[in-house]
């Protein structure tokens, strides 16, 4: 009971911690946003929704944060007599409950954002890079599906696209979270240059998360992969990732339970 009672314990603490972290980055975010709209509505040009503006930068942040954790946060409960499985099955929890409030919270924002642009009229203006065109173009069948439901003009038009929007919205920056922890764990633990080569081992299951998902961002490293980006059906995407959340949480974990922390 003690050491459930623990582990519950820090997972509401890191979650409150890095959720005010989130709001305030929301905050920033969110007037750059608007000053950024004010400006290309009154020039007549098109801009993205609230929720496909921040996808990019949320994923950044989530991998920052993860590394920033790595550093500060387990020192501080080892020291107060959490063990280290407590730390890790808290923390797993706590940033799993994190990206999805934030993902509930900006999804929250720019549904808002949609009935205000509906509500002036201007609905036409607000759309995305990820036209149902490009998608078209790209010849990708899980480019399609996923980010045309992420980033398309009608997310919100039904409440299954916009359901399934946030879900992949919290289960990305959850895996950027993950990758920062790990580069941040490897560092701690061996440091230098074993520290690097598992920097580059995560940056490589980064790229084929993406692979897999026929994302663009990382896809001029996508020679790393030994399958095709993007070709590959949904199942087997879907299984691949949780593939690769497993194999980070074991490594996160590994680590995690031989790590030395000094007092």
Do not use: C
Not at 84 to 100: D, N, S, T
């Amino acid at each position: 009971m003690m050491q459930k009672s623990r582990r519950w314990m820090v997972a509401g603490d890191l979650f409150w911690i890095q959720l005010i972290w989130s709001l305030w980055a929301v905050l920033i975010v969110g007037a750059i946003y608007i000053v950024r709209t004010v400006f290309a509505v009154r020039a007549g040009e098109g801009v993205e929704d609230f929720l496909a503006f921040t996808f990019g930068s949320a994923k950044s942040y989530m991998l920052i944060i993860g590394i920033i954790g790595t550093y500060h946060f387990i020192k501080f409960y080892i020291s107060h007599g959490v063990t280290r499985k407590e730390y890790y099955q808290g923390a797993v929890i706590g940033v799993a409950a994190l990206a999805l409030v934030l993902a509930g919270i900006v999804g929250l924002l720019s549904g808002l954002e949609h009935a205000v642009f509906r509500l002036f009229d201007l609905s036409d203006m607000l759309h995305n890079y990820a036209s149902a065109d490009a998608v078209k173009q790209e010849g990708n069948v899980i480019l399609a599906l996923l980010p045309a439901t992420l980033l398309g003009e009608s997310i919100f038009g039904a409440s299954a696209n916009w359901i399934v929007a946030l879900l992949v919205y919290a289960a990305v920056t959850f895996i950027y979270y993950l990758a920062g922890w790990l580069i941040g764990a490897g560092y701690r633990r061996f440091g230098g240059m074993l520290g690097t080569l598992l920097t580059l081992l995560t940056i490589y299951v980064m790229v084929g998360l993406s692979a897999l998902w026929g994302d663009t961002i990382l896809k001029p490293l996508s020679y790393l992969i030994p399958w095709s980006t993007g070709n590959l059906p949904i199942a087997v995407s879907i299984a691949g990732t949780l593939l690769l959340i497993a194999l980070m949480l074991w490594l996160i974990q590994v680590m995690t339970r031989r790590v030395v922390v000094k007092m």
